[in-house]
């Protein structure tokens, strides 16, 4: 089974665990012999509410969650938070300070500024997002509401260094393609969001841990589905939630503590993308367009320098079995994602094929 597997280094969604996936096959048509598969059962279902009760148990346990946050489980993806977090969160200054490092970044500021006065306190779009600028404290306006972030930006291959201190002002960050990669001081942050489809299982579900004093302050004509409080008092199951969605993430999270925990998944993590930088960066072909110090350890940008020759690369590579290593339509170039789920094998057999094509093309 495994050898009819190609190695996916797709932005999202992306590979997930085999062990997870074959597992959950095999509990398909019948789940842990209740003779219906998760699709097929009721949300109000004791069999269901355990599983949510447990995918919730388990992110709390491996990300030390702490108790005055609430964990939701929502749809609409990262893109609806986009509106959501404005929605929410705007409810004094009307005033949110946005760090924009990337076009999703960019999308975020976009839609909040439908919602309150938004300002951009930083931007690396000059240099293409090839790096995440230093903000100090004092260049957030004191009576903000919130300040975002974008904590990994898949498109461009960055990821902050550092967390911004933004003092008594909440900070909001999207995760969604480096949640779980590495550890994360959740009481740093007053909201995490994350869609599922890179780290947690299939799209359809976004994950939100907000903090509980953000709660209950949309206006009162929001539409419903839109008010993170009406998702807290109903523990995620206002209406039907995405139940298959939330299974799967429920197995990766049960996975995740077999495997050690986030602490054992970040030093693979660290392991797989310093091979391919150091490789990257010793070669004669190859370069990484982002400073080393802000790099991805999910998204690994890189570039020849030609684009037939890009083009050339990312076609040969998909006939190799090393599919999706195309860089974003927007950008072009090459990426290869290393998520969780990428063994390092998939990594080794990337830079063995780097190695190849580099000798051929001279
Ligand atoms: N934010 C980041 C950092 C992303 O990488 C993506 C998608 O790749 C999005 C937001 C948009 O997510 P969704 O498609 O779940 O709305």
Not at 279 to 305: E, H, W
Request: proline share 4%.
């Amino acid at each position: 089974k495994k050898a009819e597997r190609v190695y996916n280094f797709s932005a999202g969604p992306s590979m997930l665990p085999l062990e997870v996936m074959e597992q959950a096959a095999e509990q398909l048509t019948n789940y842990g012999g209740c003779g219906m598969s998760v699709m097929e059962m009721s949300h109000r279902s004791s069999e269901f509410e355990e599983i949510l009760h447990s995918a919730e148990k388990n992110l709390r346990d491996i990300m030390n969650i702490p108790d005055h946050y609430k964990v939701l489980f929502i749809q609409g993806g990262a893109t609806l938070q986009f509106s959501m977090i404005p929605m929410n969160l705007l409810r004094n200054s009307k005033k949110a300070d946005y760090i924009v490092t990337g076009a999703w970044a960019k999308k975020a500021a976009e839609e909040a500024k439908k919602f309150g006065d938004i300002k951009i306190v930083a931007s690396s779009e000059e240099s293409v997002f090839s790096y995440i600028p230093e903000v100090k404290k004092e260049e957030f306006r004191e009576d903000a509401d919130y300040v975002h972030i974008t904590m990994n930006n898949t498109i461009y291959g960055t990821k902050f260094p550092y967390i911004p201190d933004t003092g008594e002002i909440p900070l909001v960050a999207d995760f969604s393609s480096c949640i779980l990669s590495e550890t994360v001081d959740v009481s740093k942050f007053a909201l995490i969001y994350a869609g599922a489809q890179k780290n947690i299982g299939p799209a359809g579900v976004v994950i939100v841990i907000i903090r509980e004093d953000l709660i209950g302050h949309a206006s009162a004509d929001i539409p419903v589905y839109l008010d993170y409080k009406i998702h807290a008092d109903n523990e995620s199951m206002y209406n039907t939630p995405p139940t298959f969605g939330i299974y799967m993430a429920g197995e990766v999270f049960k996975n995740i503590v077999r495997l050690g925990g986030v602490p054992a998944l970040e030093k693979i993590n660290r392991e797989k993308a310093k091979k391919l930088y150091d490789y990257i960066d010793q070669s004669a072909l190859y370069s990484c367009p982002v400073v080393p110090k802000d790099r991805s350890l999910m998204n690994v940008v890189f570039v020849t320098g030609n684009t037939d020759l890009d083009k050339k690369f990312t076609k040969e590579a998909k006939a190799a079995g090393l599919h999706n290593l195309g860089g974003h339509r927007s950008i072009g170039g090459m990426r290869a994602s290393i998520y969780n789920a990428m063994p390092m094998e998939g990594v080794d057999t990337l830079i063995e094929f780097m190695k190849k094509f580099e000798a051929e093309n001279k």
